[in-house]
Every structure is written in C-alpha cells, then in structure tokens.
C-alpha cells in the first residue's frame, strides 16, 4: 500500500501563487507515476499534472505555463507549484500515485482562487 498526505491549499486572489505538497510513504518501490489531479465543484475529476519514476511530466494544457510538478526524492514528497491562479482552478486537488499495484489516492486540498 501507498499512503499520499497533502497540504499546501487555500484561498488565494487571482495572479497569486500556492504550492501544494504531496508525501508519500509505504510501498514506494511500487510506485510508477505520481501526480496530482483535481474536481471542480460539480464536475468530475481530471488531470492537472504527473511524473514518472523517470522524471518525464505531463500537464493539462489548461496549467502549461503556469503549473510546475516537481520532486523530491529524499523526502519521497511531490510539489505542484501553481502561479498566475485563476478562479476557474478552484477545486479539491487530489494527489494520486500509480502503482504496480493499483492506484492511490490522497484526501484532497481545497483550493479557492477569487477574482
């Protein structure tokens, strides 16, 4: 099993900046991917953006530009730091983990952007 804690979420202006923080711990040899997607109040929830145990990332063409994925692998915790927020990315962020065993998920972080 793979247990995924983030923080990092809030309310921000619009133009602002927060960095949401996932870290994982448990079986992390199993781990293929990890990432972060998210659910806008009333929708489903889709892909903002992951990386690869190799290091290749992949985001939603609505945050290119704007939203960073990193890792640390010392501290086995992924970063998406997010600049220039809009109100239409507010949602409840969910960091995920694709594994040889299936996938996880994190309780979530609410993110509220206003204009």
């Known amino acids: 099993q793979v247990q995924l804690v983030e923080s990092g979420g809030g309310l921000v202006q619009a133009g602002g900046s927060l960095r949401l923080s996932c870290a994982a711990s448990?079986?992390?040899?199993?781990?293929?991917?990890m990432g972060w997607y998210r659910q806008p109040p009333g929708k489903q929830r889709d892909l903002v953006a992951t990386i690869t145990r190799g290091g290749s990332t992949n985001y939603a063409d609505s945050v290119k530009g704007r939203f960073t994925l990193s890792r640390d692998n010392a501290k086995n915790t992924v970063y998406l730091q997010m600049n220039s927020l809009k109100p239409e990315d507010t949602a409840v962020y969910y960091c995920?983990?694709?594994?040889?065993?299936?996938?996880?998920w994190g309780k979530g972080t609410l993110v509220t952007v206003t204009s």
């Open positions: 448990g079986s992390l040899f199993s781990i293929n991917a």
């Open positions: 995920n983990a694709d594994t040889r065993f299936g996938n996880y």
